[in-house]
């Protein structure tokens, strides 16, 4: 049997919540697919998170890894194409620290691509009813810094499988006038992620650039 390691965050920047890790935890509480599915909930934090989910990795020896987090301006489900060697941080994490210009893992290469299917993960969430598209960037904060800690041990771990997730808010926490997502429909879209990826030994040949 497979087994997935998936991944949330705690709340941030004084939110009550963060839509991410309820998701995880609620799948993980609910889950009954085809494979052994291990949850965590990850600080938001640069000098941890990424250490956090490298000892899951070594712990539990996944075969795919989703790490998961929140997108607070998007409206839809986006899984992330492209991790980036860079820590440039717009607000301090939870314990204090504002990283600007520096690389989340020095020498390593500039950037990874997810080894999820990001493509048909996007499209399958998409026909369950639920806003999904493909994502260019994961910004410059710990999302981002988790993404590119595990896509760089994807890299360098045969078989290991490796990308992001971001979600926006949950309708039922968004702060006013957020775009937002039902719970539920979050838990559902994580769900269909895991399972595509598990369907799915190569992306679909669609496009899903941007023109800008």
């Not at 075969?63 to 997108?71: C, E, F, Q, S």
């Not at 994580?190 to 799915?200: F, K, M, S």
Request: glycine letters at 8%; proline letters at 8%.
């Amino acid at each position: 049997m497979s087994t997935v390691l998936l991944t949330g965050f705690e709340p941030f920047a004084g939110d009550q919540t963060n839509p991410s890790g309820d998701a995880v935890v609620r799948l993980g509480a609910a889950w009954n697919g085809p494979a052994r599915l291990v949850t965590a909930v990850l600080p938001v934090d640069f000098a941890r998170a990424g250490a956090e989910l490298i000892e899951l990795v070594a712990t539990h020896r996944p075969d795919v890894v989703i790490a998961t987090g929140l997108a607070g301006g998007r409206d839809a489900i986006t899984p992330e194409r492209i991790a980036v060697n860079l820590r440039d941080a717009r607000i301090p994490d939870n314990a204090g620290h504002q990283p600007v210009d520096t690389a989340s893992i020095p020498g390593a290469p500039l950037a990874y691509a997810s080894s999820l299917p990001v493509k048909a993960i996007a499209t399958e969430i998409a026909a369950s009813g639920i806003p999904a598209s493909v994502s260019l960037s994961a910004g410059s904060f710990v999302c981002n810094d988790v993404f590119f800690t595990v896509a760089h041990v994807s890299a360098n771990t045969p078989g290991l499988r490796a990308g992001f997730i971001h979600v926006p808010w949950d309708a039922e926490n968004a702060p006013p006038g957020a775009a937002s997502l039902p719970q539920a429909d979050i838990t559902r879209a994580l769900e269909i992620a895991v399972i595509t990826t598990l369907t799915y030994t190569s992306d679909l040949d669609v496009p899903a650039g941007h023109l800008a």
